[in-house]
C-alpha cells in the first residue's frame, strides 16, 4: 500500500442568506489538475478536473459558470415533472408518476397521444438549492483569488 499526503484548503462559509454553513474543500494535485468537495446541511457533492489549464481549483471554479459546477457535483437533473400543473390541466386532486397511467386518457386528452414527451417541466427545487450552494462556492473562489493578488 502507498500512503500519499496532500495538501487541502478548506473553507468554511458561515452568516450565508438562507442557506446553512457551507464547508468547501479544494484540492489540487498539481498544476491543471484538481478537486472540489462541497458540504451544506448533510449534503456532499464532489467533483475532479483532470485537465483544467495551468490554473488551480480555486481559480477554474471561479471563472467556471454555476451551471457547469453544478452538473459536474452532481447529476440531478435540471428539469423535473410538473405533476401540480398535470393535476390542474386534467382536473383530479392530486397525481405523482406512479399514478399517471391511471389517468392516461386525461392526460392524453390535454397534452396529446404522445404525452409521455410532453409533459410540463420545471425547474428541480434540488438543482436551484445545488446552483444556490455553488454560486456560493464560486464568490467564495473569488473572494480568495482576490485576498491573494491584495
Not at 33 to 58: H, M, N, Y
Not at 85 to 95: L, R
Not at 101 to 118: P, R
Request: charged share 30%.
Amino acid at each position: 500500500m502507498k500512503i500519499k499526503e496532500t495538501l487541502v484548503r478548506k473553507l468554511v462559509l458561515t452568516e450565508l442568506d438562507d442557506l446553512d454553513p457551507i464547508t468547501m474543500i479544494l484540492e489540487d494535485y498539481g498544476p491543471g489538475r484538481g478537486k472540489l468537495t462541497v458540504e451544506c446541511f448533510g449534503d456532499a457533492w464532489s467533483a475532479f478536473w483532470p485537465a483544467i489549464g495551468q490554473c488551480d481549483v480555486a481559480r477554474f471554479v471561479a471563472r467556471a459558470s454555476t451551471d457547469y459546477i453544478a452538473s459536474k457535483l452532481s447529476n440531478v437533473r435540471k428539469h423535473v415533472t410538473d405533476y401540480e400543473k398535470i393535476a390542474k390541466d386534467i382536473g383530479v386532486e392530486d397525481i405523482e408518476d406512479i399514478t399517471l397511467l391511471l389517468h392516461e386518457k386525461q392526460v392524453a386528452e390535454a397534452y396529446g397521444e404522445d404525452w409521455m414527451h410532453s409533459l410540463p417541466q420545471k425547474v428541480n427545487p434540488q438543482y436551484e438549492y445545488l446552483c444556490r450552494v455553488v454560486g456560493v462556492v464560486r464568490l467564495a473562489c473569488e473572494r480568495q483569488l482576490q485576498a491573494a493578488t491584495s
